[in-house]
């Protein structure tokens, strides 16, 4: 069954106590944080209209990724929980019901920020058990979303790491990263760094309306721009193509040309994949905006959440042989810069990685 935007929000109590941080098991880890611990506060600025921040002081802030020997990252931080930037097709709206808060408007709306969470991970780092795993952010919802504007977490988790020598990437949509440019580059003169950018198209109208809290596919190349003039090599994760609406051999060229043009040193594909959460706010979405594509995505994800192989191998091919023409080198499996490829299905899930 698919809802529409209005049957599908349903505000309600949250429920903040004796929660697991995602990706843990109830019975071994301590709660997320405590009940009396949350401040709610909204900001009267026309960046925060309708949105409300829960402060919180986290109990953890290092995450073990559920299957980890299945992906290119083992440990992630996220200092965040929901996003501003509102892709309708996140899959890590879903993660918004384990605090019994909604995961359509929800989700964009209602932000978690762990607001001690540089101070928790300089203690993780310095702890006896740590040995200088990769860290990987950006993950579960992206960290440079609006609320960083305000929040200031980022500077703190690079320093922390900056000053552990310990190697991490983060993956975002967000341009603030580029506030942080001095930062990383300290951090890159002492340990591995890798940024990735997300950008699944470059269709002004197809961005407005399926990722409306993003800053634009072109500003998000501007980034990759950036970065690589500071000589921070930067990658491209083209999440997601979207079927039917972003996969038109020349969108497809359009996007790659312009992920070229920006000097992103990979440029790695994926197709737009619907798990529980994200499937239903983004067919009501598709319901909404492009019925006549409704009965093409029920055939094309028949089988689950994934778009059939064959499918896959199709647009994988072809933005690889754009990649050789516009001259991207492929993303070096095991580099140290690495894009995070998606996640398999793991139970409960919200620790894998969205299509930020
Ligand atoms: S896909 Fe990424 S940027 Fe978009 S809402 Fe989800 S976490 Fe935020």
Request: glycine share 8%.
């Amino acid at each position: 069954m698919f809802y529409s935007v209005a049957q599908y929000y349903r505000g309600g109590a949250m429920r903040w106590e004796n929660l697991s941080e995602p990706g843990h098991t109830r019975a071994s880890d301590a709660a997320l944080f405590d009940a009396d611990a949350v401040t709610v506060r909204t900001f009267d600025t026309p960046e925060f209209a309708g949105i409300t921040f829960h402060e919180v002081r986290a109990r953890s802030i290092v995450n073990r990724v559920p299957g980890a020997s299945r992906m290119p990252f083992e440990w992630t931080v996220n200092p965040y929980r929901g996003c501003t930037h509102a892709c309708v097709y996140c899959f890590a709206r879903k993660t918004h019901s384990y605090l019994d808060l909604d995961t359509g408007l929800g989700f964009d709306s209602q932000i978690v920020v762990k607001v001690n969470a540089p101070e928790l991970l300089r203690r993780r780092l310095s702890s006896p058990g740590w040995h200088g795993e990769h860290i990987a952010m950006g993950t579960n919802v992206d960290c440079y979303q609006r609320a960083e504007g305000r929040y200031r977490l980022m500077p703190g988790i690079i320093d922390a790491l900056t000053e552990h020598a310990n190697p991490f990437s983060i993956l975002t949509k967000g341009t603030l990263i580029l506030r942080d440019l001095d930062a990383l580059a300290r951090a890159a003169r002492v340990t591995d760094v890798g940024i990735s950018v997300s950008v699944g198209f470059t269709d002004p109208a197809l961005w407005r309306t399926v990722e409306p809290g993003t800053p634009a596919p072109e500003r998000r190349l501007d980034v990759v721009r950036a970065l690589g003039e500071r000589g921070i090599g930067c990658g491209v994760l083209m999440a997601p193509v979207i079927p039917f609406l972003g996969d038109d051999p020349a969108q497809l060229r359009a996007t790659v040309r312009a992920i070229a043009a920006a000097g992103a040193t990979s440029v790695t594909p994926l197709v737009l994949h619907l798990r529980p959460g994200a499937r239903e706010w983004f067919m009501s979405w598709l319901a909404a905006h492009h019925p006549h594509l409704v009965r093409r995505y029920e055939r094309l994800y028949a089988e689950g959440a994934y778009a059939p192989k064959w499918y896959q191998r199709r647009i994988t091919r072809q933005v690889h042989d754009l990649a050789r023409e516009y001259g991207i080198g492929p993303a070096r499996a095991g580099a140290s810069r690495r894009t995070p490829e998606p996640a398999p299905a793991v139970e409960p899930g919200p620790t894998q990685l969205t299509l930020l």
